[in-house]
């Protein structure tokens, strides 16, 4: 029996989004190849990276995908999201039906209902081509699964890519209250790693205290960041502590006045210019004495060059939720009605993070 | 027979240099120890390194000495220098009378005109204690064998230790009279790898024609460099070739504008501030884009690390000058006249690199 399925797709990139189109179309599971699979689809969030895909910014979509005989060489929108495998190949010996999978990799285009997939991926890393999706456990909730593969796993890098962290060090940050940030939050906080985490000024009392309850060390406010005192109170925070990483996704004066409070053999991370200025000001001398490197981190050009390190990095993230490290911060779950098009262009519109979830 | 030697030394750092000293003593050859050298200076640089550690900036020097049992417990300024070997203590087997060395390592004192010291450094590496001494072949000249542990070693480790480069890759540098630079530009010359260096506005065609005799494949002033058109101007130089390092020692606006010239995987090196300006702004899209490091390099800093890389260091080094690949920059060369601390202080307060020839 088919399956009725639709994705948004879009083929060119528009700073309107007014290429993205509704395609319909079906999926005969019978006639699925031996190493293929069904999917159908549970949940997909709705992030920044994936809207700016389909503006034109950021990087464009690596996959064309033919959706039936009537809808081919099209994009998808969405780069995560998590499926329920309803039929399999002869030869699939990885997952069964029932299982819970994510793509394990970016690009995949999970704006749709339902898909035919390949069990592996075509992008090889030096050991041959990658497993398509990685198995998540039942009990994650649908907008952890969902969003298992970006935030939490860019967390998860930074905290562990540069620095050997130990306990009693500090990290501070920049936009306190994104996802990211959250996620190094909590990941800091298990292992004994202090935060200071910098805020946009005017922040309520309940968004600061969320931000002590996920473990934020301290949190102050941009304009303490940015006064002429900040050394000083710099000081009062940390102490003795020594300041191994700053991690930078705002930019402009905010991310010089972080780069201040760099210590010994520290990095400065940019992975983001939120502010919509990406210019940084270092003070070399600083860098000097200090032997600071001041270096980017982008989870994208590293999957590229090794795709692997992203999956052994989402099964991590896995088990910091499975550990109770890691719970998902607040988003706004909404559920799939209507045309998925429509519903997903219109949820573009409105502020916040979205998951939705699928019928 | 015993040897009337004299000193340059200091006690406690001073802006003016008014705590520089002449120091008489004298050394007795039959009285050293099985480990020791007695030593007589050939010739020693004034660095600027050396007086700014003489005035209380940079690094403090690492050393008190006891000079006779008058002159105790004083620093010895200078940390180059090139030396020959008069009489060795029963154990010394490394080297023997008329033997050309320099101290391996910095800190040495080498403004004196003859001395007593132990053949191995107190400085431990993971494998022990370090020589203090290289020997250095006797058809080096003078003044290449007193400067080949600083500006040329800078150079080397420069080179090597950041970008495997490739024929056909680019530097591009500040400063590009410096001495550094100019090694810089000799070593890249030799290798295949093409130098852009920055010059300040107003060099003479003379100055110019020298950079490009040395190896340079460009010359641009600054003003070249913060022009708006300059990034048509890379292009038109470099073609389709990439910019693999950038390197600063001079800080600010020029610093800033050198690191739009990086390109893919580069590294924007800063090794000094000369400008007296130590910031620099970069832009972080294009360092997340291009993956690029922006790290500090300090000699001395990795010299304390390990003491070992810059004994091996300057062995390349007087490789690069026995094959051909170095040649001094211009330096004066001046004969040592009068009494060494007189005759210091003066050099000191006149414009240019000079090296001091001793009797």
Redesign the interface.
């Known amino acids: 029996m088919s399956i009725a399925a639709s994705a948004v797709t879009f083929l060119g990139q528009q700073a309107d989004l007014s290429n993205l189109k509704l395609a319909n179309y079906t999926i005969d599971p019978s006639a699925i190849g031996a190493k293929e699979v069904v999917l159908r689809a549970i949940a997909a969030p709705i992030n920044p990276s994936d809207v700016l895909q389909a503006r034109g910014g950021y990087v464009p979509p690596p996959y064309l995908h033919d959706l039936d005989a009537n809808t081919k060489q099209v994009y998808v929108g969405g780069n995560e999201g998590v499926f329920e495998v309803t039929h399999v190949g002869s030869d699939v010996t990885s997952v069964q039906p029932g299982d819970r999978v994510i793509p394990s990799l970016s690009g995949f285009g999970t704006w749709r209902t339902a898909l035919v997939a390949a069990i592996d991926d075509p992008r090889k890393t030096a050991g041959g081509k990658v497993d398509a999706f990685v198995k998540v456990p039942a009990d994650l909730k649908e907008a952890e699964a969902a969003t298992l593969t970006i935030n939490p796993a860019t967390a998860y890098q930074i905290f562990h890519n540069y620095h050997k962290l130990e306990a009693g060090d500090w990290i501070v940050q920049n936009a306190g209250t994104s996802q990211v940030s959250q996620y190094i939050t909590q990941l800091a906080k298990s292992r004994g790693v202090k935060t200071l985490s910098v805020v946009r000024d005017g922040k309520s009392k309940a968004e600061l205290d969320k931000l002590y309850e996920l473990g934020a060390t301290s949190v102050i406010d941009e304009s303490t960041l940015l006064s002429s005192d900040f050394a000083a109170k710099l000081k009062e925070i940390v102490g003795d502590g020594h300041v191994r990483l700053a991690l930078?996704s705002v930019?402009g004066a905010t991310?010089s006045a972080l780069f201040g409070a760099v210590g010994q053999d520290g990095y400065f991370i940019?992975?983001g210019?939120s502010s919509g200025d990406?210019?940084?000001?270092?003070?070399?001398?600083?860098?000097?004495v200090n032997?600071?490197?001041?270096?980017?981190?982008?989870l994208t050009?590293n999957s590229k060059r090794d795709p692997q390190s992203r999956i052994d990095t989402v099964k991590e993230v896995i088990k910091l939720y499975e550990q109770g490290v890691f719970r998902i911060p607040d988003v706004q779950e909404i559920k799939l009605d209507g045309d998925i098009a429509s519903f997903f262009v219109k949820a573009i519109q409105s502020p916040g993070k979205k998951v939705v979830l699928f019928d």
Chains 1, 2 share one sequence.
């Open positions: 930078n930019g991310a940019s992975y210019a990406p210019q940084v000001t270092i003070n070399t001398s600083q860098q000097l032997n600071i490197s001041v270096v980017p981190y982008w050009g």
